[in-house]
């Protein structure tokens, strides 16, 4: 009812004489009692009080209008405890409610059961005759309608109960509009105090995954949802980075990928996700410059529904999670370039300072050897030297290489950084690490099409030397000149035993073939001797 009609209630009573001050008097106490406080579900069981002691009925509800056209929300005051219990259900806004509902306008009935409209009541169902009805309107919809039955003072309702009820439905309406203005802006700042909270997270230096999961605490708790899970990945296969309650079973998940937010039926997303009887799935995209890239996933038992409120919170706090994903992908850009930049410079220390000294010694030793020296033992003792020197040599520019690269994330098209890339995951949990050392052009001159058959040859004999020999040194050497590529894997291990046969190796000898190369393995069993793999095959051919 808008000011117009409120004006003709007015009249109304003017007409039929209702000019007691007790009576208007009670009429102005239950308009204000009506619009005291702003807790909606409050204001509308008041309502229904009110309503029943102004219009004298035994019964009083008021019905909310649901997005379908029905009731989503049926209060009531006047039926007892044991009389719900024996009702199968609530109204559900057919018949004459729904009369109210598809024609706002005050309806008074003096026999309901006559009514064109009458559907009957939901069994268990009081028995009720009269009626009167009035839609409470709210900035020009039907927010519901205010419902009474059975006149108590009276044999029906008469058209001064309806002036009353009318009058009562505009101030039903002023106070069920603050309510509602009251509840979204609560909504409003409970949302914004979560984005705030979190949003400072990542700069107090709290860890990402601990920003997360208090994310989707917040969200559950605003939310109601069941279980809320933040995701983050490429290409629809996603990890779980922030979640509620215990972790999803660990690996990644497939959510289909979404551009705005999305409600879906449980069944279509992954199970991992559907916890405690879920049954309908929102979805929230997390968006970054080169798009979507994760998802804020939350669950629950019935439908969502999502007001203005609830959408904007719900875009501020997937905003908040892809700044904190950004943000600590920087930082830990950050931090490996500054591990970059130090071993750049030992690797700079290592060339400029150690080799050199190395080289000295060696040129030293050189010219020592150029010498006429009649001790012979001396002698082979200073070429041995120069032997260790060169290996050395090479181990420490090997390490140099190492150092100037990331592995896993630079220059993995290298022979030298898949060498190493390829030892280092080998040797992750044995007792020994492996030396590596190369030698001639190996990252210039080798043709890609024998990098599956290096890694093969480097993969199969450094596990055999790793797991069977048990030997205390592993070393590995690939050489390169113009015409010939060699992969030797050495170790100081027990050999290999006359009756063993490892099907790894004639793997490695049909692959050397393949390539017009051979294979050879030179094994003397017993500490002393250890075993050599030798793979050498033409670089050109």
């Not at 933040?230 to 289909?256: N, Y």
């Amino acid at each position: 009812m808008n000011r117009r009609g409120l004006s003709e209630a007015l009249d109304s009573l003017t007409r039929h004489g209702i000019d007691d001050p007790a009576m208007l008097r009670s009429l102005l106490e239950a308009v204000l009692v009506v619009g005291r406080g702003l807790d909606l579900d409050r204001a509308l069981q008041r309502i229904v009080e009110v309503a029943s002691q102004v219009a004298d009925a035994r019964y009083a509800a008021l019905g909310v209008r649901g997005p379908d056209g029905g009731l989503s929300q049926f209060v009531y005051t006047g039926i007892s405890p044991t009389q719900r219990a024996r009702m199968d259900h609530l109204p559900v806004g057919h018949g004459v409610l729904g009369l109210l509902i598809d024609e706002p306008q005050v309806l008074r009935i003096p026999a309901l059961a006559e009514h064109p409209s009458s559907v009957g009541f939901p069994p268990g169902h009081p028995p009720m005759t009269t009626f009167l009805g009035a839609p409470i309107i709210i900035r020009g919809s039907v927010f519901g309608s205010i419902y009474l039955t059975e006149k108590q003072s009276a044999d029906q309702f008469s058209e001064v109960d309806e002036t009353f009820v009318a009058i009562l439905a505009v101030a039903a309406g002023i106070a069920v509009d603050n309510a509602r203005l009251f509840e979204r802006a609560r909504t409003r700042h409970r949302w914004m105090q979560v984005i705030a909270r979190r949003g400072s997270e990542p700069l107090a230096g709290i860890a990402l995954s601990d920003t997360l999961s208090r994310l989707c605490d917040d969200v559950a708790a605003l939310t109601e949802a069941v279980d809320v899970f933040l995701l983050t990945g490429d290409r629809g296969t996603l990890t779980v980075d922030g979640h509620t309650g215990p972790a999803p079973a660990a690996g990644d998940i497939v959510v289909a990928p979404v551009g705005t937010r999305t409600v879906v039926p449980a069944t279509d997303i992954a199970s991992e996700l559907i916890r405690r009887n879920a049954q309908w799935v929102t979805i929230q995209p997390l968006q970054r410059a080169a798009g979507t890239f994760g998802r804020l996933v939350i669950t629950h038992t019935e439908p969502p529904t999502w007001d203005d409120e609830d959408i904007a919170g719900l875009a501020g706090v997937a905003e908040v999670a892809s700044l904190a994903v950004a943000y600590a992908a920087q930082q830990q850009t950050a931090r490996d370039l500054q591990v970059l930049e130090d071993r750049h410079r030992i690797a700079r220390d290592l060339h400029d300072h150690v080799i050199q000294r190395l080289f000295a010694i060696g040129m030293s030793v050189q010219t020592m050897l150029a010498g006429d020296s009649g001790d012979a033992a001396a002698r082979s003792r200073l070429e041995q030297v120069e032997v260790d020197l060169d290996r050395t040599i090479a181990q420490i520019r090997t390490s140099i290489f190492d150092l100037q690269t990331v592995p896993g994330q630079h220059d993995t098209t290298t022979l030298r950084r898949r060498v190493l890339d390829i030892v280092s995951e080998l040797a992750t949990q044995a007792p020994i690490a492996p030396g590596v050392a190369f030698a001639g052009p190996v990252d210039t001159v080798v043709p890609e099409r024998l990098a599956p058959h290096i890694d093969a040859v480097l993969r199969e004999g450094l596990s055999n030397a790793l797991r069977h020999a048990h030997a205390e040194h592993i070393d590995v050497s690939v050489t390169a000149d113009d015409d010939v590529l060699t992969v030797a894997i050495s170790d100081d291990g027990v050999g290999i035993g006359a009756d063993v046969v490892y099907r790894g190796l004639d793997n490695l000898t049909r692959r050397a073939e393949e390539c017009d190369g051979v294979f050879e393995v030179a094994t003397a069993p017993g500490r002393a001797g250890g075993t050599t793999l030798t793979w050498t095959v033409p670089l050109r051919g």
